[in-house]
Nanobody, 125 residues
Framework: QVQLMESGGGSVQAGGSLRLSCAAS????????MGWFRQAPGKEREGVAT??????NYADSVKGRFTISQDNAKMTLYLQMNSLKPEDTAMYYC????????????????????WGQGTLVTVSS
């Protein structure tokens, strides 16, 4: 069984940067779509970025500012976040889903079967 654990969240001022990490443990494989999602207070969870099978997708709101990447040797997924805005404030989650989940945008949240516990990002103006 795969387990995911996020880290790297924190509080920054607008314009700052953070790098989130998501470490995978357990029975992992490369036949998956990996994604970052976020949920702000009072809002639904939304896809931020997904990667898998040569396909990388981003929400319009983060294009040009966020970069998703993964290190298969370290079994770690990353989200580099630059030029952060107050509206980026949310709990950020990484998730694993089947390959097909990477072929759709927005990514269908219900298809991702493994989730981390989340890491909080707070951006102040």
């Amino acid at each position: 069984q795969v387990q995911l654990m996020e880290s790297g969240g924190g509080s920054v001022q607008a314009g700052g940067s953070l790098r989130l990490s998501c470490a995978a443990s357990g029975h992992t494989d490369s036949m998956s779509c990996m994604g970052w999602f976020r949920q702000a207070p009072g809002k639904e969870r939304e896809g931020v970025a997904t990667t898998g099978y040569g396909s990388t997708n981003y929400a319009d709101s983060v294009k040009g500012r966020f970069t998703i990447s993964q290190d298969n040797a370290k079994m770690t997924l990353y989200l580099q976040m630059n030029s952060l805005k107050p509206e980026d404030t949310a709990m950020y989650y990484c998730a694993r889903g089947p390959r097909a989940s990477c072929w759709r945008w927005p990514p269908p949240t219900f298809t991702f079967d493994t989730w981390g516990q989340g890491t909080l990002v707070t951006v102040s103006s």
